[in-house]
């Protein structure tokens, strides 16, 4: 495969991914539930069901990647869950709008992890965008201090840098990671299954959370896991945007939740910043692909 083909095949692979995921909380939220008993229903299905289509796809063909491809897919794995764990407790302990604001910072994350350990050095307008990110975070966080958000959104943040250090490793690798984000919520399930054996199974809806798990969650995460094999760090966060821009409108339209005023400030800073530099990346990412053409002509 070409690298133009491979890097369009990233793109659309990742994109998909993200405007699935942008569904994820909304269904989480109509399932009223108890917070471990959404977890493990959540994690419970998608795990049924990547073992169920990986299984199909090993029995057609013996190219079936692994579930979990090494060492680096344990990692990788464990990370994922740590992340599902996190995520779940910030949209408990936060407002829906925080959540995805803050998880937007995860593109910044992976540019910083990656310059660390990929030596995929940031170019100074990067470094603008990370200090913009950092104003708009402080001034979501900020808002929280005394409302009792302080700790889902500090939860949204490690779900963020769990997320990035995830792509970061599996772009370090090179391995085909497309199941493991799915393996990875065994770690989750088991916590679930432990915590729900004390307070009890308490759910509303379970469909919703069945929708969510066995459908949802594992077509997003197969896409925007396997993102890394073709296109950078930062253009595979850059697609959990989606999320951030289109979470928070389901939300409103389906709960008539409004995000607070320094919360929709943060967040317009996040946003615009990350489209900016997001632009500005797949046009400088267009010129260096045209100069190689033409110095490598096929």
């Given at each position: 495969m070409s690298s133009h083909n491979a890097h369009t095949k990233g793109l659309l692979l990742t994109a998909l991914g993200g405007l699935m995921l942008?569904?994820?909380?909304?269904?989480?939220?109509?399932?009223?539930?108890?917070?471990?008993?959404?977890?493990?229903?959540?994690?419970?299905?998608?795990?049924?069901?990547?073992?169920?289509?990986?299984?199909?796809?090993?029995?057609?063909?013996?190219?079936?990647?692994?579930?979990?491809?090494?060492?680096?897919?344990?990692?990788?794995?464990?990370?994922?869950?740590?992340?599902a764990v996190a995520f779940i407790t910030g949209v408990y302990n936060t407002s829906t709008a925080n959540l995805v604001f803050i998880l937007a910072f995860s593109t910044m994350f992976s540019a910083l992890l990656s310059w660390l350990f990929l030596n995929e050095r940031p170019r100074p307008l990067t470094l603008a965008a990370m200090a913009l990110m950092i104003v708009g975070i402080a001034i979501i966080v900020g808002d929280s201090i005394g409302t009792g958000h302080l700790f889902g959104d500090v939860m949204?943040?490690?779900?963020?840098?769990?997320?990035?250090?995830?792509?970061?490793?599996?772009?370090?690798?090179?391995?085909?990671?497309?199941?493991?984000?799915?393996?990875?919520?065994?770690?989750?399930f088991a916590l679930a299954v432990f915590m729900v054996s004390r307070t009890g199974f308490q759910v509303e809806a379970p469909w919703w959370i069945i929708l969510n798990g066995a459908?949802?969650?594992?077509?997003?995460?197969?896409?925007?896991a396997n993102g890394p094999k073709y296109i950078s760090g930062p253009e595979v966060a850059m697609f959990y945007l989606l999320e951030t821009v289109l979470a928070p409108v389901w939300v409103w339209?389906?709960?008539?939740?409004?995000?607070?005023?320094?919360s929709l400030i943060g967040g317009a800073i996040l946003i615009i910043t990350l489209v900016a530099h997001s632009l500005w990346q797949l046009h400088e990412g267009r010129k260096r692909r045209a100069a190689l053409a033409v110095a490598y002509p096929v």
């Open positions: 942008t569904v994820d909380i909304p269904l989480i939220r109509l399932a009223h539930g108890e917070a471990w008993t959404i977890l493990l229903l959540r994690t419970g299905c998608t795990f049924v069901a990547a073992l169920i289509v990986w299984a199909v796809w090993r029995s057609f063909s013996k190219n079936a990647p692994q579930l979990i491809p090494g060492w680096s897919g344990l990692i990788v794995a464990v990370i994922y869950g740590l992340g949204a943040l490690c779900s963020a840098f769990a997320i990035a250090c995830a792509i970061t490793i599996s772009r370090a690798s090179g391995k085909d990671m497309g199941f493991t984000a799915l393996t990875g919520v065994l770690l989750p459908v949802v969650m594992p077509f997003a995460f197969f896409c925007l339209m389906i709960f008539a939740e409004t995000p607070s005023r320094n």
